[in-house]
Structures are given as C-alpha cells and as structure tokens.
C-alpha cells in the first residue's frame, strides 16, 4: 500500500524546495496543493507574523469516515537548517545524501514526506479512519517557534505523533527541558601597549568564568554548553565587551536550575574579582571601576515524558508488532516540536524516519527505514479506528 517509488520522489522534490527557517512558503505551497488533491482542507495560522517568517503553519485536516474513531494528530516541520539552499540529493545503494556541498534536508522533510504518503495510501484504498489532523510547522530548527506559536484552538486531537526523529527502531518519548543563557561581561577599554593597567579585559573575565564551568555532559540526564563568543575589536585595545551564549538542558528540572546557577555563579564570581582604580580626575582616591555582568536567562521549551501506556504509544507499538518490526522507547537529549504539543495538550511520541548525520553536509536518509516509517504510520491509523480510546 506504501509505494516506495512515489514516496522516494516525493521525499527528493520537496527537498529540491529550499525551506530555510522563516523561509518556508514555497514548500508550505506545494505541500497545500498535495494534501487538497487527496480532498484535505489546508489553511495557515499566524505563527508566521509572530516570528517574522514568510508563512505560518500549514494546518490540514481530513475528514474521517469513521466516525468513532478519535481524531489523530500527525505533524513534521518544514524548515531546515543551512546550508540548505539549491540541495541536489542523490540515491545510491539505497541511501539518500546530497552532492557534499549543503545538508540533505531530510530532517524533516522525510517526516513530511511520510505522513503525505501515508494520507495518499489512505485515500487511494479506502481505508477507514477518523478524523486526520496535521501540523506542518515552520521554524523549528531555530528553538521550535512554529509550535511554541500554534494556534492550538484549530485542533480537536488528544493524541498523535511527530515524526521527526532518526531512526524507526526507536520511539522517542522523553525529550528535555532547555535553558538559553545570554551573558556580557563589561571590562573596560584601555590602549594594551600603553596603559593597560588601566583596563579590565572582558576576554580575560569571561574565560576565567568558562575556565571554572562544569560543561559537556553533567550526568545522564543533564548537558551544557558554551556555544558562541563574540568580543573585542583589535590586538591593541583591552576588550571592555564580551558576549557569550550557551544552553543547558536536562530531564530533570531541579538539576537544570542547579546546572543554570552553576553557570551564573562562575560568571558573577569572575566579574567581582575585577576592579581597577584610575587617578586620571586629580583627586586623591581616584575613580574606581568594576566589571559588570548582564545576564538573560530565559526557558527555550519545556520537557515531555509520555507515558508508555498512552495511546499514542500502545497504537505505535502494537503497529510495530504487526507488521513484524521491532522499536525501542527511547530517551532523547534534543527537544523537538512534540515538547509543545504535549504541554499544549496533544499527547505525542516521535517516531525516527530514517534520517542520520544530521545538521551536516554528510546527512543521510536510509530509504529501508524512510518506507518503514510509513508503513508504521498507515498501521497506526488503521489501529486508531479499531482499538478503542
Ligand atoms: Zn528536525
């Protein structure tokens, strides 16, 4: 019923469709044109103007025919990351990757594609189903904007699944909190050949901080990092401004706010350590200056942790079995646009698509599990009108 060969096409035309974050119009078009020819309803919600992008999210719905049958959410994201423009993917030996010089993009338009294939399989064999509907968010690779800002009143579903996910061995279930930390640390500015005693280096603060930061991997459900610096303007001049940007999250709020304030600490004690006294006013005590801190913290999404009794899941598994495949409940380090849904009340796994190395040029779709991702979703469907809710 899947059929491999559209799906592959499918999956490489709208990858062949640049949807670079904020960017994502022209594949929101096509994939509106798809879901109306299989007799969908599609409108967009107003995400777009909140985060400033080109379009908002692409909302389908397809009306069941089976009435009892609870409705049934299905979403994938429609953005990528870069570089992502004028992508040429190629297939050998079984395997989707790109000429070497952009990313694949199949995160997630593999997800896309299979939920498009699984609705046409539907549609083509008359098979029974409640009511389908279906996010196709912008933005979720710059900190999961389309879904923080869903309209959330267009969906009646409780359950459902993302897919947006590696691997179709694997269903992920939990998936963390996450922390953005921004800090500038304040110097001050002196000649470094001339009087550099009469600076503070911001530079020098702000490594002091990172230096006595625990970062990397804190413990098995807690990780942190420092992932941008940017500062100071020339060899000769004491830099008086660093900025720097880091995360943390974890699965565990109590050691994530223990983890951010660790963070704080390091920077607040490095800066205290600084001050330097000038006698440039003639008066007898000088003038002195401290270094300073500015810090913005600020919660970039919060955990999920779906029970392994929700229906989402025994539908998925019990897809799984039937079909004779096995998959693993798994535990992810990564949010996705699931952590949304499931705290604006729609109960969803994600289940992988087949996708490897992801967010590098040497990304990979292994077409074996791209079609089994499909197939698992048809069965979840055709389960979510025979197991009763
Ligand atoms: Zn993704």
Redesign the pocket.
């Known amino acids: 019923m899947i059929e491999k060969e559209r799906m592959t096409e499918h999956v490489m035309d709208i990858i062949r469709i640049d949807s670079l974050s904020k960017k994502e119009k022209d594949v929101a078009i096509k994939l509106q044109r798809d879901m109306e020819e299989l007799g969908a309803e599609c409108f967009y919600d107003d995400a777009g103007e909140k985060v400033d992008g080109n379009v908002g999210n692409l909302i389908v719905k397809l009306e069941g025919n089976k009435p009892s049958a609870p409705p049934f959410f299905l979403s994938a994201?429609m953005d990528t990351v870069g570089p992502g423009e004028g992508i040429k993917p190629k297939i050998e030996d079984g395997i989707m990757k790109s000429d070497g010089t952009t990313i694949l993009g199949s995160?997630?338009k593999s997800?896309i594609a299979v939920i498009v294939e699984t609705i046409r399989a539907i549609k083509e064999n008359g098979i029974p189903h409640g009511d389908i509907e279906i996010a196709f968010t912008i933005c979720?690779?710059i900190g999961l904007l389309g879904s923080k800002y869903i309209d959330m009143s267009h969906f009646r579903a409780k359950q459902g699944i993302v897919l947006?996910s590696s691997t179709p061995d694997r269903l992920v279930l939990r998936c963390p909190s996450a922390d953005r930390m921004d800090f500038v640390v304040h110097g001050l500015e002196a000649h470094a050949g001339l009087c550099p005693e009469n600076g503070l280096s911001a530079i020098q603060i702000t490594s002091e901080a990172i230096a006595n930061m625990t970062l990397g991997r804190i413990d098995d459900l807690t990780t942190a990092n420092i992932g941008v610096i940017s500062g100071g303007r020339a060899t000769n001049i004491i830099p008086n401004r660093v900025k720097v940007v880091g995360e943390a999250r974890s699965h565990d709020e109590e050691t994530l706010k223990a983890q951010v304030n660790h963070m704080r600490s390091c920077f607040h004690d490095a800066v205290s350590k600084y001050e330097v006294t000038l006698h440039d006013d003639l008066s007898a005590e000088g003038t002195t200056h401290v270094a300073k801190l500015e810090e913005f913290i600020e919660r970039s999404y919060d955990r999920m942790d779906v029970d392994i009794e929700s229906r989402p899941v025994i539908l998925v598994d019990t897809a799984v079995k039937n079909l004779g495949y096995e998959i693993k409940h798994h535990t992810s380090g990564g949010g996705?646009d699931a952590n949304y849904f499931n705290k604006f009340g729609i109960e969803c796994a994600n289940l992988g698509t087949g996708m490897y190395d992801?967010h590098t040029v040497n990304e990979y779709l292994i077409l074996e599990e791209f079609f089994r991702s499909a197939e698992i979703m048809l069965e979840t469907i055709k389960l979510n009108t025979m197991i009763p809710s």
């Open positions: 994201h995160d997630d997800g979720e690779e947006d996705c992801l």
